[in-house]
C-alpha cells in the first residue's frame, strides 16, 4: 500500500502519528547508544498502540501489539516521531494484518529479519521514511559484529511466543486464529495479530 501523508491528529477518519519507540536489549547500550551503536528492539506506534515483530518456533505470525512505550521485558529508552500517515485506523488495520502474514515468528533472525527489518518495513509504506540507521546499525554490521555480542543475545532471539498452538500452513481453523485480546496469561501483556487469511474480518 503507498504512502500517505498528511498532518494533524490521529481519529478513525484523519492522519496519524507515526513514532518509532527504541527499548535496550542489553545495559551495554548506556555506553554504545553515544558511540552511535547499541542493540536495540523497537516497535511502530500508530493510531494508539504499538506493534512489533518477535521470534518464536510457530510457522505462523510474530506480529503483535501492545500499549506504546510498554513492550514487556524491555528498557524503554526513546521516542522517535518519523512523520504521520493518512491511513484512517481500518485501512491501518487492514495494512498491518496483511503484512502480518510476511512476519513468521519462526522466520525471526537476528542479522537478516529482526523486529528492526519489520519496524522500518512500516515506517516506509506509513510515511516514506526509513528508521533511524542507529536503530539497526547491529544488523548492517552483520555476522562479523555477531561473534562480539554476549551470548545470551547471539543464542536467543526477540522473543515474544504466541498465546496459541502451532498451526500448520493448510490448518487455519478456530485452533489456529490468534485473535487480539483472548488471551487470558496476565504476564503476557501482549497480542499476537491474526494475519488476513486468519480472519474473517
Not at 518519523?82 to 496483511?98: H, K, L
Not at 559484529?145 to 496459541?164: D, E, G
Request: hydrophobic share 35%; with cysteine; aromatic share 12%.
Amino acid at each position: 500500500m503507498a504512502a500517505q501523508n498528511g498532518g494533524g491528529g490521529g481519529s478513525d477518519s484523519g492522519a496519524a502519528a507515526v513514532f518509532i519507540n527504541v527499548y535496550d536489549l542489553t545495559p551495554m547500550n548506556n555506553y554504545l547508544y553515544w558511540f552511535g551503536l547499541g542493540i536495540f528492539h523497537s516497535g511502530i506506534e500508530v493510531h494508539g498502540m504499538e506493534y512489533g515483530f518477535g521470534a518464536h518456533e510457530f510457522p505462523m505470525s510474530g506480529v503483535f501489539e501492545v500499549e506504546p512505550k510498554s513492550c514487556p521485558g524491555f528498557v524503554y529508552r526513546r521516542s522517535v516521531r518519523v512523520g504521520t500517515t493518512g491511513m484512517s485506523r481500518a485501512e491501518f488495520r487492514s495494512f498491518i494484518q496483511n503484512l502480518a502474514g510476511q512476519y513468521n515468528g519462526n522466520a525471526y533472525h537476528l542479522i537478516s529479519k529482526n523486529c528492526n527489518h519489520f519496524t522500518d518495513d512500516v515506517c516506509k509504506n506509513l510515511t516514506g521514511k526509513s528508521i533511524p540507521g542507529w536503530v539497526n546499525r547491529l544488523a548492517r554490521v552483520g555476522s562479523f559484529f555477531n561473534y562480539f555480542l554476549p551470548k545470551s543475545i547471539q543464542a536467543s532471539a526477540v522473543r515474544h511466543p504466541p498465546t496459541h498452538p502451532a498451526c500448520s500452513d493448510g490448518d487455519m481453523d478456530s485452533r489456529c486464529s490468534s485473535a487480539i485480546g483472548d488471551s487470558d496469561d496476565d504476564e503476557l501483556d501482549q497480542h499476537l495479530l491474526p494475519t488476513a487469511t486468519q480472519c474473517a474480518v
